[in-house]
């Protein structure tokens, strides 16, 4: 981690001390804890249409959702050689923030009651899934801004997260579990624009910032393991409940088995080395994560998720083989650890499959999952081709949304 001068160290203490006091005044006047023992407080009185209520859930799902932000996303982030233990650092102080800013944020919008934020294990898992985001919108600026920035990136970055999420889930009923649209597109783009404005034309040495030194290898299989391990719970912590969560995670596992084979086909065809390497594992594990966001609970079937696993691996090698160097060079955007190539596009793509899958949504095939996955289908008000719309139109805006507050924030 780079030595800072007094005035940027002075920047960042004063930064953090002015953070942290307003979000415990904010949390003192506004936040309680929430009543989650009484069955029914949710869904008569707040506005719990974006998660549902599942008292058995709570906490091993907040417990595997949080070490999945919190140790496989750090360490995903520690691969430069100049920034590695300094990456961990800051990706610590960016968790510690964005939960506390993001349980106050979310909590407007989906925990309000009688001027209180109402708060348990449901509103924390929702916090993490926004510092999950978070942390891979700074992904694509990592090296290149100092922690007083990343604070701010995290400001703006969880707003934004929380507006479109609550646009998506909440106003147009879109159903994204696992966050392929509004953790992993959103996260991509949102820090990918950032990127671009922060384009420095005499700094414009692509390969230089992709010193990776010896170590990137170490964290990756690290956090790797993570990934396999506690991935398939923050698929599915946020599914229907019942039944539905062995879906979300044989679809998810399956998926990350198949973009593994998918993405050593590749590499050794488009790398001379021909050696294998433990961050083109990392890679594809997150493109198949990424993949399984939003069609994770639905029903791809054991070969659907194979298929989608596999043309998610895909995408890592072959993005940073030919597109990292055309954003780099043609469109002046830096993206140090590649969250176009493995969440961006991966995230894309789950979304459209997750928008065909809504199409082919019929009774017979869900059955009592259809009122809790689609409840507007079930009751006929909609038919799953308008459903399968909407899903669709929660694309653009989502990238809209990151790009112009990108942009902003950058």
């Known amino acids: 981690m780079p030595e800072y001068t007094t005035a940027s160290r002075f920047r960042l203490s004063g930064l953090c001390f002015l953070l942290q006091i307003i979000t415990i ?3 003192a006047v506004f936040v309680r804890y929430g009543p989650e023992s009484s069955p029914g407080f949710c869904s008569q009185q707040l506005n719990c249409s974006w998660r549902n209520q599942d008292a058995g859930f709570q906490h091993p799902r907040f417990r595997d959702v949080h070490l999945q932000a919190f140790l496989g996303f750090g360490l995903l982030v520690a691969f430069l050689s100049r920034y590695g233990p300094g990456s961990v650092a800051i990706s610590i102080l960016i968790m510690a923030f964005a939960i506390q800013w993001a349980v106050l944020i979310q909590g407007f919008l989906h925990f309000f009651l009688n001027g209180k934020i109402y708060v348990g294990a449901q509103s924390m898992v929702s916090a993490d899934f926004c510092t999950a985001a978070i942390l891979i919108s700074t992904g694509a600026v990592l090296g290149r801004v ?9 400001l703006m970055g969880v707003i934004l997260f929380t507006l479109n999420e609550y646009i998506l889930l909440s106003l147009m009923g879109v159903r994204d579990s696992g966050g392929s649209l509004t953790v992993h597109t959103f996260g991509a783009y949102f820090g990918l624009m950032v990127s671009r404005i922060l384009h420095q034309p005499h ?10 030194g010896n170590q990137p290898d170490v964290f990756a299989v690290v956090g790797t393991i993570y990934l396999w391990i506690f991935w398939p719970s923050f698929t599915s912590a946020t599914t229907v409940r019942g039944n539905a969560e062995p879906w979300a995670v044989l679809n998810t596992y399956f998926s990350l088995a198949a973009s593994t084979l998918a993405t050593l086909v590749l590499s050794p065809v488009l790398h001379e080395e021909g050696t294998l390497r433990m961050v083109q594992i990392r890679d594809a594990t997150l493109a198949g994560a990424a993949v399984m966001g939003m069609a994770g609970e639905m029903l791809v079937t054991p070969f659907g998720a194979l298929v989608a696993g596999f043309l998610a691996g895909l995408i890592p090698p072959l993005g940073f083989r030919f597109l990292t160097p055309v954003l780099c060079s043609r469109l002046k955007t830096q993206d140090t650890c590649g969250v176009h190539n493995v969440h961006g596009l991966p995230g894309i793509l789950g979304a459209l499959l997750g928008m065909l899958l809504t199409a082919l949504a019929t009774a017979d095939a869900y059955g009592g999952r259809l009122e809790f996955m689609f409840p507007l289908v079930a009751q006929g008000s909609w038919t799953a081709t308008d459903q399968a719309l909407c ?3 929660a694309l653009p805006i989502t990238l809209l949304l990151a790009t112009l507050g990108g942009s902003l924030t950058g």
């Open 391 to 393: 899903q669709l139109c």
């Open 203 to 212: 700094m414009d040495k692509c390969k230089k910032q992709q010193d990776t």
């Open 25 to 27: 005044i904010l949390f």
């Open 146 to 154: 100092n922690p007083v920035q990343m604070l701010l990136l995290t």
